[in-house]
């Protein structure tokens, strides 16, 4: 039995990847269970509805595919607290280098993918045997679920 993970989750859906919510993720008998730290509704995905279950490679991240009410859904579990996920602010000043004068521009978007990319491979690679476990373990409750 693997112990509970403190992990952030996202839903990766318009208009919901904006935030992260910090919590407890455990592996219950029959779905994989999500304690918020805060006052949110705890969430539970069931072993049958997982179709797919997957770590992001060189990053700190449980992707799971599961359905719920005829829909699919994606829900990411990062077990580092993931990078800002917004855009950069428009009104946000940000130091730009590299040039030859140095000015208070807007960060470019690709250079905040850049960083955050950055910064998931660097936690990813020590969280990466954690990771290995649940996925794998998380992958063997769906099979055992579907009778394969």
């Given at each position: ?7 952030w ?16 993720l455990t592996?219950g008998?029959?779905?994989?269970e ?8 705890p ?5 049958a509805a ?11 991240v ?5 359905e ?8 990411a ?15 946000e000043?940000?130091?730009r280098?590299g ?5 208070f521009?807007?960060?470019?978007k690709?250079?905040?993918?850049r960083?955050?990319?950055a910064?998931l ?15 794998a ?12």
């Open positions: 039995m693997l112990e509970p993970l403190t992990v989750k996202v839903e990766l859906a318009h208009g919901l990847a904006h935030r992260d919510v910090a919590g407890t592996l008998a029959d779905a994989l999500f304690e918020a730290d805060e006052a949110a509704a969430m539970h995905i069931g072993y997982i179709t797919r279950a997957k770590r992001l490679r060189l990053s700190a449980l992707l799971v595919r599961w719920s009410d005829g829909t699919t859904r994606l829900t579990f990062y077990l580092a607290q993931p990078p800002p996920l917004a855009p950069p602010d428009p009104g000043a940000g130091l280098t040039n030859m004068r140095v000015g521009l807007r960060p470019t690709r250079g905040q993918r960083r955050n990319t910064y491979a660097y936690t990813g690679a020590d969280l990466k045997p954690a990771l290995r476990a649940w996925t373990e998380v992958r063997v409750r769906v099979r055992a679920t579907r009778g394969g």
